[in-house]
């Protein structure tokens, strides 16, 4: 079973190698050339994780329509959050964008190298995980558009999904996410509103598993350990998912129900097979398409919506 989680890093560690650094439209994109100057640069957390893969897909359908020149970069990790300052210094250093839309794996430490990018005249519209707003404004990082979903609500909806069939005592795990991400704070705060609301349900344990699916086999294993009678597991994304399931299949546990979050492709198919009992879309693809639509607005020095908020859509058999 390990086997299956070294492939899957293998395969998405040869994407990130090869999209990390594209600056110009790929071949599929069918542009010989760009219409215009304009270059904006996508900043993600990580392209090992298909949410962000499928993100960048829809900012270079942005890209295609506008006829601009897209400059994609991420870090290795979500957890490598000095790679990702140091990218976005160097694309202020470089001046070669005129925005930058990001997917911030830290909601705070961005900031000032984001600062930094506006002090030099780059917009910046911030996706997926909010910029602090008492760090932003304390460092002047002002009129940021935000696109995303309401993590809150949409991991309410889907811890609700299965507390709501839950009618004797029950011990819940939570797998969480980074903890210095307000997105993992808000998807933790959704998930134990709607344990709450269920007497029958009580949280015995809850631990960061950093977004990763090895970490999410490794956490989920001493939980297990520690707490053998849970028989349900709130994971803050698809990817712990993916490694809790693992372990849930090693160790024949195909009773404990799992509530996810992002929808990956990998996260249906363990709900068709009945491993996985639900999960969040949080339309990843609209959000990179918004951002740079957004971007090239701020460009052009139009009116900017201060908050775009997409629906997080309930994904189940």
């Given at each position: 079973?390990?086997?299956?989680?070294?492939?899957?890093?293998?395969?998405?560690?040869?994407?990130?190698?090869?999209?990390?650094?594209?600056?110009?439209?790929?071949?599929?994109?069918?542009?010989?050339?760009?219409?215009?100057?304009?270059?904006?640069?996508?900043?993600?957390?990580?392209?090992?994780?298909?949410?962000?893969?499928?993100?960048?897909?829809?900012?270079?359908?942005?890209?295609?329509?506008?006829?601009?020149?897209?400059?994609?970069?991420?870090?290795?990790?979500?957890?490598?959050?000095?790679?990702?300052?140091?990218?976005?210094?160097?694309?202020?250093?470089?001046?070669?964008?005129?925005?930058?839309?990001?997917?911030?794996?830290?909601?705070?430490?961005?900031?000032?190298?984001?600062?930094?990018?506006?002090?030099?005249?780059?917009?910046?519209?911030?996706?997926?995980?909010?910029?602090?707003?008492?760090?932003?404004?304390?460092?002047?990082?002002?009129?940021?558009?935000?696109?995303?979903?309401?993590?809150?609500?949409?991991?309410?909806?889907?811890?609700?999904?299965?507390?709501?069939?839950?009618?004797?005592?029950?011990?819940?795990?939570?797998?969480?996410?980074?903890?210095?991400?307000t997105n993992a704070n808000d998807r933790?705060?959704?998930?134990?509103?709607?344990?709450?609301?269920?007497?029958?349900?009580?949280?015995?344990?809850?631990?960061?598993?950093?977004?990763?699916?090895?970490?999410?086999?490794?956490?989920?294993?001493?939980?297990?350990?520690?707490?053998?009678?849970?028989?349900?597991?709130?994971?803050?994304?698809?990817?712990?998912?993916?490694?809790?399931?693992?372990?849930?299949?090693?160790?024949?546990?195909?009773?404990?129900?799992?509530?996810?979050?992002?929808?990956?492709?990998?996260?249906?198919?363990?709900?068709?097979?009945?491993?996985?009992?639900?999960?969040?879309?949080?339309?990843?693809?609209?959000?990179?398409?918004?951002?740079?639509?957004?971007?090239?607005?701020?460009?052009?020095?139009?009116?900017?919506?201060?908050?775009?908020?997409?629906?997080?859509?309930?994904?189940?058999?």
């Amino acid at each position: 079973m390990r086997v299956f989680l070294s492939t899957i890093l293998v395969i998405f560690t040869i994407l990130f190698l090869t999209g990390c650094d594209e600056t110009e439209p790929s071949k599929s994109d069918n542009v010989t050339k760009p219409k215009s100057d304009v270059k904006i640069a996508l900043v993600m957390k990580t392209l090992t994780n298909p949410f962000f893969i499928t993100m960048e897909q829809g900012a270079r359908k942005a890209a295609k329509e506008l006829g601009i020149t897209l400059v994609v970069k991420a870090a290795a990790q979500e957890t490598s959050t000095t790679q990702q300052i140091s990218i976005v210094d160097r694309l202020v250093r470089e001046k070669q964008v005129q925005a930058i839309v990001i997917a911030p794996a830290n909601s705070i430490k961005l900031i000032p190298s984001l600062k930094k990018a506006q002090d030099q005249g780059i917009y910046v519209i911030n996706l997926d995980n909010p910029l602090d707003p008492a760090f932003s404004k304390k460092a002047n990082l002002k009129d940021v558009p935000f696109i995303s979903v309401d993590n809150k609500r949409s991991a309410y909806l889907s811890a609700k999904y299965v507390a709501d069939s839950i009618t004797a005592p029950t011990e819940v795990g939570i797998l969480e996410g980074i903890r210095e991400a307000t997105n993992a704070n808000d998807r933790k705060e959704g998930a134990l509103m709607a344990f709450g609301e269920n007497k029958n349900t009580t949280v015995v344990a809850s631990e960061t598993a950093h977004w990763k699916i090895d970490e999410g086999y490794e956490v989920t294993r001493k939980m297990f350990a520690s707490h053998p009678n849970i028989t349900l597991l709130f994971c803050a994304n698809d990817m712990m998912a993916l490694g809790a399931i693992e372990y849930l299949k090693e160790t024949n546990r195909k009773s404990v129900k799992v509530a996810a979050f992002d929808a990956i492709d990998d996260a249906r198919v363990a709900i068709k097979e009945g491993w996985m009992d639900v999960t969040i879309d949080q339309q990843p693809a609209e959000q990179g398409y918004q951002g740079v639509i957004i971007a090239m607005k701020a460009i052009k020095k139009q009116n900017l919506p201060e908050t775009i908020m997409l629906d997080g859509l309930v994904i189940s058999k």
